[in-house]
C-alpha cells in the first residue's frame, strides 16, 4: 500500500480561530485528495474531493468558505477550518489517490480536532 | 446516500471465520465494491476489493454474488486484533472516483 501522512494528529483551539490540517503522500503522487468527516461512533463523511491545481468540490451541505482546501502540489493538500467553533470539533481525515494506483484511496491516519 | 447496507454489529470466536454480509443491490456495472476497516481512532485500513470475481489476498476473501447485489467479506482465522468497523464500500463514478460510507458492521472478535 501507499503510505499517507496527517499533521498534526491532534490539535485544541478556542471557539474563532482557524486551524490547519495538512495530508501529504509520502510515496506517490495523488492527482486525487479526498476530505472526509466523521463524529464520534458514526462513519465517514465526504467533505470535499480536490485535484492538484483546480479548486475543491465540495459535498452539499459543506461551507466551502468554512473549510477552505487547498491541493498545491501531488503530494500535499491542506484543509483550514476557520472561525472555528465547537461543533467543527471533529476526527478528520484525508485520503490519496491516482490514476497509476486504479484510483483506490489511501487514507491518512486522521486529525482529531477539539474547539474549546 | 450510501449504496450499501450491513449489520450494525456481529461477534466472532477468535480463531474462528468472520463472515460480514454487505447489500448493495443498486450497483451499477463498472462500480467496485471495496471493504476497508477501522480501528479505533484511526483512518480506514484497505482490505480488499472485486468487480464481479470473487477476490483473495493475504487478509482476506470477497464473495460477490452473480447479480453483484450482495457479497460477503470472509475473515478466514479471526483474531482479537481483528476487532473494528468495515466498510463495505461502492465506489461511483461522478466526475471522479468518490467511496460512499455506509454505517458498518462492528465486528468484535471474542476471546
Known amino acids: 500500500g501507499a503510505v499517507v501522512s496527517q499533521h498534526p494528529s491532534w490539535v485544541i483551539c478556542k471557539s474563532g480561530t482557524s486551524v490547519k490540517i495538512e495530508c501529504r503522500s509520502l510515496?506517490?503522487?495523488?492527482?486525487?485528495m479526498f476530505w472526509y468527516r466523521q463524529f464520534p461512533k458514526q462513519s465517514l463523511m465526504l467533505m470535499a474531493t480536490?485535484?492538484?491545481?483546480?479548486?475543491?468540490?465540495?459535498e452539499q451541505g459543506v461551507e466551502k468558505d468554512k473549510f477552505l482546501i487547498n491541493h498545491a502540489s501531488l503530494t500535499l493538500s491542506t484543509l483550514t477550518v476557520t472561525s472555528a467553533h465547537p461543533e467543527d470539533s471533529s476526527f478528520y481525515i484525508c485520503?490519496?489517490?491516482?490514476?497509476?494506483?486504479?484510483?483506490?484511496?489511501?487514507f491518512g491516519p486522521g486529525t482529531r480536532l477539539t474547539v474549546t | 446516500d450510501a449504496k450499501t447496507t450491513q449489520p450494525p454489529s456481529m461477534d466472532c470466536a477468535e480463531g474462528r471465520a468472520a463472515n460480514l454480509p454487505c447489500n448493495h443491490s443498486t450497483i451499477s456495472g463498472n462500480e467496485y465494491v471495496y471493504w476497508y476497516r477501522q480501528i479505533h481512532s484511526q483512518g480506514p485500513q484497505y482490505i480488499i476489493h472485486g468487480l464481479k470475481n470473487n477476490e483473495t489476498n493475504e487478509m482476506a476473501s470477497l464473495i460477490i454474488t452473480e447479480d453483484r447485489k450482495s457479497s460477503t467479506l470472509i475473515l478466514p482465522h479471526a483474531t482479537l486484533r481483528d476487532t473494528a468497523v468495515y466498510y463495505c464500500i461502492v465506489r461511483v463514478v461522478l466526475g471522479t472516483y468518490k467511496y460512499i460510507f455506509g454505517t458498518g458492521t462492528r465486528l468484535k472478535v471474542l476471546a
Open positions: 510515496d506517490f503522487q495523488a492527482t486525487t
Open positions: 480536490s485535484n492538484e491545481g483546480s479548486k475543491a468540490t465540495y
Open positions: 485520503s490519496a489517490s491516482n490514476l497509476d494506483r486504479g484510483y483506490e484511496q489511501y
